[in-house]
């Protein structure tokens, strides 16, 4: 134990003051709830100094930690979503340590735009599809949302599927942000019937947009219809009324790849002849949080020339990691993006691995079994899509599943799995190689404390 001065010396008087005072203010309540004998108060005296270093200690933890996602969805909202690639970090580190270029133009020694560092890019992408397709980034997909509205919609109708009026994680819907954007939702169809005849009849002088919306979380079955986006497109033209797709998650590569069907990419969507995309940075791309805009280059104009987009934009940590995630794409270099390589795993990649940990953990008491599943993209991408895995199902005799997935949880790194069917399942798809001698002391761990092992 550090004496009181030395831990003053290594962490300040303040945090070390506000310790004490947490410690004491406990055992003052403990003393008046009648919680304590003397010979319990004695022994609280006389670990004052332990218990204000362990408080100092918690107090003085980062709140936001790395965890080990053992659930099997990649693109995990409530744990951040795609983990960032090295170049990415490497990049983003680069930035943040000193100055750079970011709004200056290094050959006229003129102020420049911060998002040419990734317009340059997605054009190389998206190259053959328009020659007028341009790219802004900003905070979120919501903020893409709102600033497309906003600019092309204000005060005007914009036409919608009711099929398509979906909320998301965190409460987020789209006549909500509609509404924000001052913008007027114009609903057509019913739930799971919208026919291409419904936005012609829907459309008057007052419509200035129409909206597509991925479902993202839901998928509608059974008695159903919906245009295609081809038939979006003539209409638009025909009407000279701007088409936007939000897609929420947005792919830049064949999803068919990974065996999700019936999904379109950013690509189809703009070469079908899409106005303007709405995508996530996040998510299927696999790069840091950010909502991305592509299309026709005089819509988008209009969209970096709003105010809003200024309120909107990101910094430079983003801009870095998005610029090292698509040159990632530029250079087909699809296993260097977590997100993609955890998609393109095999089963038989992830039962060998299964296999393995499932001996390094073995203990009395701990039953591990080898179980067939499935991992899901998450996200609000391909809903009904799955992806075939092998899952080690865990049971520990005197601990209840639940239990011993509290124990995971609260471990020094914590880990997150599911809890089905009175087991823990660990699905190794979601969990990096580096990471499994962690996961196996953790696992071990609770075997180990249960038995009285060493």
Avoid at 120 to 132: H, I, K, T, Y
């Amino acid at each position: 134990m550090a004496s009181v001065v030395t831990l003053v010396t290594q962490e300040g008087h303040a945090a070390v003051t506000d310790a004490i005072r947490l410690v004491l203010a406990r055992l003052r309540e403990a003393i008046v709830a009648g919680q304590v004998d003397d010979s319990q108060l004695a022994l609280a005296l006389a670990g004052l100094g332990s218990a204000i270093e362990r408080q100092l200690s918690r107090s003085l933890q980062y709140s936001l930690r790395p965890v080990i996602n053992a659930t099997g969805v990649i693109l995990h909202t409530n744990l951040g979503r795609a983990p960032l690639s090295t170049e990415a970090l490497d990049h983003a580190r680069q930035s943040a340590r000193a100055y750079s270029n970011l709004e200056f133009n290094l050959e006229s020694g003129e102020r420049g735009k911060r998002d040419v560092h990734v317009d340059r890019l997605f054009q190389r992408l998206l190259q053959g599809l328009r020659s007028d397709v341009s790219t802004i980034v900003v905070n979120n997909n919501a903020a893409a949302v709102l600033l497309a509205l906003n600019t092309l919609a204000e005060h005007g109708e914009v036409i919608v599927s009711r099929g398509e009026l979906v909320e998301i994680g965190g409460s987020f819907r789209i006549p909500d942000v509609m509404a924000k954007s001052n913008g007027v939702l114009r609903e057509v169809g019913t739930t799971n019937r919208t026919r291409i005849s419904d936005y012609e009849s829907a459309i008057t002088d007052k419509t200035k947009a129409l909206l597509r919306v991925h479902r993202s979380n839901f998928e509608i079955s059974g008695f159903t219809e919906q245009p295609s986006i081809e038939e979006l497109v003539d209409l638009s033209r025909q009407r000279q009324i701007p088409l936007l797709e939000d897609q929420g998650s947005g792919a830049l590569f064949d999803l068919r790849t990974v065996g999700v069907s019936g999904e379109n990419s950013v690509l189809d969507s703009l070469r079908a002849g899409v106005d303007v995309v709405l995508y996530s940075g996040d998510k299927l791309l696999g790069g840091p949080q950010a909502g991305i805009l592509s299309g026709r280059a005089d819509l988008v104009a209009r969209m970096r020339s709003n105010s809003l987009f200024r309120a909107l934009r990101v910094d430079k940590l983003t801009y870095a990691a998005l610029e090292a995630t698509l040159l990632a794409y530029v250079k087909m270099d699809y296993e260097s993006i977590p997100a993609l390589r955890m998609m393109h795993l095999s089963k038989n990649d992830i039962t060998r691995r299964a296999e393995a940990l499932a001996v390094r953990v073995a203990r009395d008491g701990v039953e591990a079994v080898l179980i067939d599943g499935e991992s899901v993209i998450g996200g609000g991408a391909a809903p009904s899509s799955v992806l075939p895995t092998k899952l080690l199902g865990f049971s520990c005799a005197g601990l209840s599943a639940d239990e011993f997935a509290t124990q995971l949880r609260q471990g020094a790194t914590p880990v997150v799995a599911r809890v089905e069917d009175g087991r823990v399942l660990i699905d190794l798809r979601t969990v990096f190689p580096e990471q499994e001698e962690v996961l196996a002391s953790a696992l071990a761990g609770i075997g180990s404390a249960r038995f009285g092992e060493a």
